[in-house]
């Protein structure tokens, strides 16, 4: 395989040639899985995908992948909302396209998998040692995995970190937060609204919220299930939701309750905020020379620490899957192998998206794509958290938003949320009695 990269910007490398070869025609042997892609010249699968950077370093290469295997792909892409209703809609007409898919395993996972929407790919990611089913991250397996079966391949991984202002920081003679208390201390001492600046941002809306909060609620060791009850009102969650929510309250902006990362990455970005916990992978916002006004100013820092140490989410966020009802299986597993390859996914990864491969991490390469301190960040939290980031369930927006109301009841200034806790734990509950009918 020859690769040629160029550095673009501060946002990672682009690909300007493409592979002159994967090694499937070097194999002559055909088995029952298609790994190898022999026999499949002529086949056709349809490829659909979410909008995210990792398909932009995919579709180039696409043709290679073609020329080499003889499958054709014809690939739609579909923003994230949109696309999770074409699935819906074409697998409840129990349609054979798409073949492959994206999907975030952790929001459709359960509900496309006991559908009968999620082809069991145990045997597939198995069959062929060279494949390496084992150098995949296990937090990143396990986010795949549903009912003990693995449903798709992961592609995208993301951990929680911290994002925080230099020059404030220096200016205050301040430590990097490195526990929660010191995050709470800093985000009071740099909150100057005043002057334009606010201590903290992070997602305030309803259900967004929830998968940031995930963290300082295993790092105050909680859970929103655990045993299989509903815990979204045990000590532990109220005091991780009262942290994260009076964190806001006291020193986010006034208008944080509407705020998604999109626009809570727009505040930091534009100066407005010293502190930001949010996703690594969406560090690209912060370092936009186009975009941000504190590219230079940007730190990236592990997670802070709560009372059972720092446990920020480490999961898969996006993955690829077959389609039960495809009318050829094989030629979309070989796409998969491919495009989930180690060399593959150094390509994927060099472009600046985080992936799941322990080799690639392990290659000095393969951090080539990050800014150093991100990478050096990358690497402490690769390998532990938690591998979920909201409420396990089929149902998961309805857990989504019990979970939600809670947090925005301390963000708009209510001082009691025990009862609220009460009535939002016992509606949880019921969403898992029904799905355990």
Known sequence: MKLKLLQSGTTGLLIVAALTGCGYSQKAEQDSFGS????????????VTGSHPWVDVIKPLLPEFEKETGINVRIQGYF??????KLTVQFTARSETPDVFMYRPLQEGK???????????DAYATHDVDYDLGDFLPQAIRSS???GKLAGIPIVTEQQILYYRKDLLNEAGL????????LKEAAAKLHHPDQGVYGFVARGQRS????????????EGGDFIQNGKAAINTPEAIKAFETYGGLLRDYGPPNVINMSWPQASAFFANGKAALYTDANSIYRAALDQEQTKVAGNVGFAPFPAGAEGPMPYNITSWGLAINPKSADKEAAWAFIEWATGKQMMLLTQ???NPGPRTS???DPQGTIGFPKELAAVFKQTINGGVDHDRPQTVDVAAAREQVGKIVQMVITGESDIQETANQANAALQDILDKEAE
Not at 80 to 85: F, K, M, N, P, V
Not at 111 to 121: D, M, Q, S, T, V
Not at 175 to 182: A, G, K, L, Q, R
């Open 111 to 121: 509900l496309f998998f006991r559908n009968g929407w999620l082809e069991p790919l």
């Open 36 to 47: 190898s892609g022999g026999g499949l010249e002529g086949r056709t699968i349809t490829f």
């Open 208 to 219: 967004p919220l929830v998968t940031q909060v995930s963290s300082f609620l295993y790092s």
């Open 145 to 147: 995995t549903v009912d």
């Open 175 to 182: 430590e990097v937060p490195s526990t929660i208390e010191e």
């Open 350 to 352: 060099q472009a600046g």
């Open 80 to 85: 994230e909302d949109q696309l999770t209703q």
């Open 360 to 362: 690639v991490w392990n």
